[in-house]
């Protein structure tokens, strides 16, 4: 096979598998701003005229703009807190060697294999119990507990990146533990952190399962809303399409924020 077929099979490879990725957001999107009529179509229409009455009925609902508020509160928090608890923990996983290190390096990594429907109902006792249903700290403090390994894991990689002979020339330069940290594998380590931190965002303003099990109406997020709308009567697909675009959109805009870092997180280590 000559080189210029070569470049076109995978040229053509690479259209169809981003236009397999993407087709579901252009529908979603596109479907926001169909009428009801276009919306319920068959065939589909594919040409129309574009109308913004589903994002006018979803901001007049109160209902959606705070669930949109509460999902911006518990996973930006939920993020600063597992990028701030999650670094220097990476940091200690990389370099440096104590007595049982390995098992909790196996304990961080485990916490993600652990399938959430079964904690769910553990977890909705001990909240209850704890006077802690329908609070933002509830959602907060069971994301950070699945984000949190996810930052230890990326970060870690990052850090062991970085050559130990700078935090040696720092140390004979009579620098402490915090400075070296925060001074050198924080800089150096921000491709890492940034990938770490949209994981953690995505994954937070996402999350479905103990938002729906562990709020009522004051902390209801985003996707909890979007599915309410759903009953036995009614289907109202533009206010559903319309819902997930806004969800959509903040975690596009953040990555599209920090993608430069991100593409150099998502590559460390690819050279080596």
Not at 81 to 106: E, I, N, S, T
Not at 174 to 198: E, T
Request: charged letters at 10%; one cysteine or more; hydrophobic letters at 55%.
């Amino acid at each position: 096979m000559t080189k210029p077929t070569s470049r076109l099979l995978h040229g053509l490879g690479l259209t169809v598998v981003v236009a397999f990725s993407l087709f579901p957001f252009y529908w979603m999107v596109t479907s926001s701003l169909k009428d009801q009529t276009d919306l319920l179509a068959s065939p589909p229409v594919w040409t129309f005229a574009p109308t913004l009455e589903h994002y006018r009925a979803i901001f007049a609902d109160q209902k959606v703009v705070n669930a949109v508020i509460n999902s911006l509160i518990v996973a930006t928090s939920t993020t600063i807190l597992a990028v701030m608890l999650g670094a220097p923990a990476a940091y200690a996983l990389a370099r440096f060697d104590f007595r049982g290190k390995q098992d909790l390096w196996f304990w961080f990594i485990s916490n993600r294999m652990i399938s959430p429907i079964v904690l769910a109902l553990p977890i909705y006792l001990l909240a209850m119990q704890l006077g802690l249903l329908d609070t933002h700290l509830v959602l907060i403090l069971i994301y950070l507990t699945f984000n949190l390994p996810i930052v230890v894991w990326i970060c870690t990689d990052q850090f062991r990146s970085i050559p130990p002979e700078l935090e040696q020339a720092a140390r004979l330069e009579g620098a402490n533990q915090w400075i070296i940290f925060s001074k050198i594998y924080v800089p150096l380590g921000v491709p890492g952190i940034a990938v770490s931190a949209i994981f953690s965002f995505i994954f937070s303003w996402n999350e479905l399962l103990y938002a729906l099990v562990l709020t009522r109406r004051t902390v209801q997020t985003a996707p909890v809303v979007a599915t309410s709308f759903m009953s036995g009567y009614e289907l109202p697909w533009g206010k559903i399409m319309a819902t997930g675009t806004v969800i959509v959109l903040p975690v596009t805009v953040f990555a599209l924020l920090v993608s430069k870092h991100m593409i150099r997180g998502l590559t460390m280590g690819a050279t080596k």
